[in-house]
């Protein structure tokens, strides 16, 4: 079955400068990759998504690649700001069964 | 409108008691997931209610675990003769399957605490 494999488990980054969180797939039938942000004692949200048909998506300071030959797929965060300070996950999922496979999560942190 | 539900937010329980934990999804929402979270680590997928199709029950850690779906609606995840290791927070979360995508919106969950 799928596998996914989320790098670093801690981030810890300079206000204002850029976050790179990266994950591996197994599965090369996965196509949606989403990636969630839980705040602490808070809920996962998710923050943007991506299909196996795009290679990158944005949406403000967040973007997300897409590598499918390499099976690995990556969220960036721009001038990071301290409330991205949370838990990030990354998921693949096989539009057949619609379930999710986590990562790990990547818990990044924003100094001052 | 109304978000996933989660009830109670806290439980703390006696070991080798049961408890009852239960989620009222988004409303229209086909697919319900439980999960469960200890502190500072991951998602672990316990269960999967689909529609009407048989659960993916492959995630329950052990038989003392179970759940149900009445109605396609509200799930009730039950832990029987609780264990200390139990202690997590439990997560649900609905979705809605359909052309788009299936983001899934979870609820507040429920802080287990097994003493």
């Known amino acids: 079955g799928e596998n996914v494999e989320q790098h670093p488990s801690t981030l810890s980054v300079q206000e204002g400068d850029s976050a790179v969180i990266k994950c591996t797939y197994s599965?090369?039938?996965?196509?949606?990759f989403p990636w969630y942000k839980q705040e602490l004692g808070k809920r996962p949200q998710l923050i943007i998504d991506?299909?196996?048909n795009v290679g990158e998506k944005k949406d403000q300071r967040i973007a997300v690649t897409l590598n499918k030959t390499a099976k690995h797929f990556s969220l960036h965060i721009t001038e990071t700001q301290p409330e991205d300070s949370a838990v990030y996950f990354c998921?693949?999922?096989?539009?057949?069964?619609?379930?999710?496979?986590w990562g790990a999560g990547t818990k990044l942190i924003i100094k001052p | 409108g109304a978000g996933v539900s989660q009830s109670p937010s806290n439980k703390v329980t006696e070991k080798g008691k049961d408890v009852e934990l239960r989620c009222d999804p988004i409303s229209g929402h086909t697919a319900l997931y439980w999960y469960r979270q200890s502190l500072g680590q991951g998602l672990e997928f316990l269960i999967y209610?689909?529609?009407?199709?048989?659960?993916?029950k492959s995630g329950l850690p052990s038989d003392r675990f179970s759940a149900e779906r009445t109605g396609g609606s509200v799930s009730t995840l039950t832990i029987q003769r609780t264990q200390q290791e139990d202690s997590a927070v439990y997560l649900c979360?609905?979705?809605?399957?359909?052309?788009?995508?299936?983001?899934?919106?979870f609820g507040p969950g429920t802080r287990l605490t097994v003493t």
């Open positions: 998921a693949a999922s096989i539009d057949s069964n619609y379930q999710l496979i």
């Open positions: 209610f689909q529609g009407n199709s048989a659960p993916d």
């Open positions: 991506i299909r196996s």
């Open positions: 979360a609905s979705s809605f399957q359909g052309q788009g995508g299936y983001e899934q919106y």
């Open positions: 599965d090369s039938a996965s196509n949606y």
